[in-house]
């Protein structure tokens, strides 16, 4: 085909081409590292405006009315305002993890960037559990101590051992559950995240050796 | 080359051979960010692949087929929305000494039929243009030789019929 001779030929004679320098083709090694980190990012903003959003549609003030609890409820909310000065503060922590490592070009440097980076994002999760934990022996608490629809109860445990025991096995399975639940909730989140930054980090050690 | 990391060596092998994926990307791309994207995942996907080159072929080599497969891959993956090409955006490049008007206008259209080739056929006028034989493009394509001069032959065709309609 004749023609295809001269698209060879014009093909063959040109080649300039914007050449890309070592430092450009550095970069777009990194840039894989640099992306999973921005997800991390993204996730965690996602993430706490779900829990925002849930929070507005579970209104607790009428709960803490008829409990009579008005008067410790201001607490609750300085725990709510500290909570989410923490989750900023991881958020932020994030956010400057990613910038250094979408500008980091050495090697080591970036391995020790991702290291950081996943014991960043695990803390994040151990102190989100523990938040879990924490506001559901708030709540057990509150129930037991303020919410008359659960004095009869509390009467009963004063009488009988049996129910005793059954309400402390009750209120550590409700716990067990709700960790396990949330814990998967982070294991799917981030783990997968993580575990890709992982595998990134590994082959980085493979080259660096 | 003993001293060198991985990651140093396969940058300057690829420094050294970058034309080969800029040609690949002025075949499967229209625009220059579109290029530079392709470049960048190209080079990304050939770093993957890196520690499996053993080296008993030659890097260009084994950069064609790596780097044919990721374009390949991705133009499968993207909905071929562009229909409509904008060739005069695209960057190719007549030398002026034999400049001349027709023949210029005949790069054109060819360009623009090329383009409205699949990513498979992409990849054989590609080699085809590079001067390979076709023991080469049945190699770097996995595919049989008898079956690289059928697909060309046809391709030859298509691109008649899109030059007459």
Known sequence: MKELDLLKKDWQKNDAYNQVSEMEIYTMLHRQSSSIVKWILIVSILEILLWTTISLFFNTDDYFKKTKFEELSINIQALNIFNYGVILIFIYLFYKNYKTISTTVSTKQLMKDILKTRKTVQYYVWYNLGIVVLSLLLGFYIAFAYNPEVSFLKEKIANDGKVLALTIGVLILTVGVFLGVFWLFYRLLYGILLRRLYANYKELKKIDL | ?165
């Open chain 2, 1 to 165: 080359m003993k001293n060198m990391s991985l990651e140093q060596s396969f940058v300057q092998q690829l420094k050294t051979n970058q034309n080969i994926i800029h040609k690949i990307c002025r075949l499967y791309t229209n625009g220059e960010d579109a290029h530079k994207d392709l470049f960048q995942e190209i080079t990304i996907q050939l770093w993957k692949a890196f520690p499996k080159f053993r080296g008993d072929s030659k890097f260009s080599t084994w950069a064609y087929r790596v780097a044919l497969n990721t374009a390949i891959t991705l133009y499968r993956k993207s909905t071929r929305t562009v229909k409509t090409v904008d060739y005069e955006n695209h960057q190719y490049f007549i030398s002026n000494e034999e400049y001349n008007y027709e023949e210029e206008e005949q790069l054109k259209l060819l360009y623009r039929a090329v383009y409205q080739l699949n990513d498979i056929e992409k990849a054989l006028v590609f080699m085809y243009l590079e001067d390979k034989d076709y023991r080469e493009i049945s190699e770097t394509l996995g595919i049989s030789e008898v079956n690289a001069r059928v697909k060309m032959n046809r391709i030859k065709g298509k691109l008649k019929k899109i030059l007459n309609p």
